[in-house]
């Protein structure tokens, strides 16, 4: 089917309404972003239609990307309103850990005192879900509550003993309490399961850390752990860096990855 320019227009008018009027329902209580993954995401949809309208060749609409995007936008509108029900990972348990992991790879805008709350509803419904106690024990690190990471991480060990970024937090809080032989092996022994984990899609994600930022900072760390404890706050500051990197390319997988899915049969 071919449009003209003033039908292009009409389409991409409403289409642009809907989608703002979708984003602003993000300020109700029930946190739009939760369910949409990201909360900048109505934004990313809009400028993927604005690119879809206005760089066709011949005219010819591409309606698998469009039917996608605004499949994606409807049923998030049904969901806000109630008139079809939402899926578990957006309430209850799920919605929870959801929540609480978004908010934590935000990074320095991350609302810990909103995370923390959230985990604890989840650590006290099931806490072997997922890697909850994780999270709670990175999310106590860093609000400087040393004693609690240091508790909350040995029992998500307890749970996952290959946890790399639980191993991380332990050695970090251990650090952090003074107990610094112990720390040092246990950084040794986090960023070593880590390099391991990063092989082969770590966290399912097939492109993950394209930009090498994870790898150059876990580099830097095993580097500064083989000194020893002769720069220990190096240690710390540069260990730290390697979780704030794999939060940085999770946020940035994530927010990609409904875009990619909604238009990948086009290529």
């Known amino acids: 089917m071919k449009y003209g320019c003033i039908d292009r227009l009409r389409i ?15 300020v109700v209580a029930i946190d739009f ?10 934004h990313s949809w809009i400028s993927k239609i604005n690119s879809l309208l206005t760089a066709f060749s011949g005219d010819v609409v591409r309606y698998t990307s469009l039917c996608a995007l605004i499949t994606i936008q409807l049923v998030s509108l ?31 805008s991350a609302n810990l005192d909103k995370a923390i709350g959230s985990l604890h509803t989840v650590v006290q419904a099931d806490p072997t879900y997922k890697d909850t106690l994780t999270l709670l024990g990175k999310a106590y690190y860093r609000k400087g509550r040393y004693s609690d990471a240091y508790s909350i991480t040995q029992r998500a060990l307890a749970v996952n003993k290959d946890d790399e970024i639980a191993w991380l937090v332990y050695g970090l809080a251990q650090l952090r309490v003074g107990e610094n032989t112990k720390g040092l092996e246990t950084v ?29 900072a876990l580099n830097r760390a095993v580097f500064q752990a083989l000194k020893g404890l002769e720069e220990r706050e190096n240690l710390i500051q540069i260990t730290e860096q390697v979780l704030t990197r794999v939060d940085e390319e999770e946020w940035f997988q994530r927010h990609d990855k409904v875009i990619d899915k909604a238009t990948s049969n086009d290529d």
Request: glycine share 12%; proline share 2%.
């Open 78 to 108: 049904l969901m806000i309103s109630g008139c079809i029900s939402r899926p578990d990972w957006f309430v209850g348990t799920g919605g929870k850990y959801n929540e609480a992991n978004l908010e934590l790879i935000r990074g320095r």
């Open 33 to 42: 972003y939760v369910f949409i993954m990201e909360v900048d995401l109505v």
């Open 12 to 26: 991409f008018d409403s289409l642009r309404t809907f989608g703002y009027r979708l984003f602003h329902c993000r």
């Open 188 to 216: 040794k022994g986090g960023l070593t399961l880590l390099g391991k984990a990063m092989r082969d899609q770590y966290r399912g994600y097939p492109a993950w850390d394209l930009r090498g930022t994870v790898r150059a």
